[in-house]
């Protein structure tokens, strides 16, 4: 009887290790999340936001290997503190926002490489996909004051926007372009889980 005990415990311990952790779903918070993108503008660098993107989470609250996750941003919203600059963006030199008035991240997986996090998905802009690795540092999870649970990851991520298509450029007289080609992406993303969410 004890020997059969024994091997049911052993049987359960082993279930619960075997099996992993049920993710929950989780809501990007904007007010507390931050995307910002920078790109090289002759010998300095300049870049901007975007005032309307958001996304949700699939993540078990504790464990990096269980992220999944989707992020849209409305390309029209593009905000550079620059009126002109901004409708030029939206052009179809640029970003193209009537025919393509998003853009995309899907991901994939969520692997551990050399010690760092890097989330690996599909990234859609004008039209055009590509997969993308984004190493990521996951900042904690946990209660916040507000009885909330929340998480925290930041991450970055370097495309090159002619990839996608976005070639548009203006020679300088001295040689070379106005614009370079690589635009780096920010992330600081706080996610409440969905049951927390208000």
């Avoid at 920078?38 to 660098?45: D, L, M, T």
């Avoid at 690795?133 to 970055?156: D, H, K, L, Y």
């Amino acid at each position: 009887m004890n020997r059969f005990f024994r091997s049911a415990v052993l049987s359960a311990l082993i279930l619960l290790v075997a099996v992993p952790a049920v993710a929950g779903t989780w809501t990007i918070d904007q007010s507390h999340s931050v995307l910002n993108f920078k790109i090289r503008h002759i010998f300095s660098k300049t870049g901007g936001t975007f005032g309307e993107w958001g996304g949700s989470l699939e993540f078990d609250g504790a464990d990096p290997a269980t992220l999944a996750g989707t992020v849209t941003i409305k390309t029209a919203s593009i905000n550079t503190e620059n009126e002109d600059r901004d409708n030029h963006l939206r052009s179809p030199d640029f970003f193209n926002v009537e025919e393509f008035p998003t853009i995309t991240f899907v991901s994939k997986s969520a692997e551990q490489r050399d010690g760092e996090w890097v989330l690996v998905g599909d990234f859609t802009m004008l039209g055009v996909t590509k997969e993308i690795e984004i190493p990521f540092e996951f900042m904690g999870a946990g209660a916040n004051p507000w009885g909330q649970t929340v998480a925290g990851f930041s991450g970055s991520v370097t495309v090159n926007r002619k990839d996608f298509g976005m070639v548009w450029n203006k020679a300088l007289d001295a040689g070379g372009a106005i614009l370079g080609e690589d635009v780096t992406i920010d992330l600081e993303i706080e996610a409440v889980e969905q049951s927390d969410a208000r």
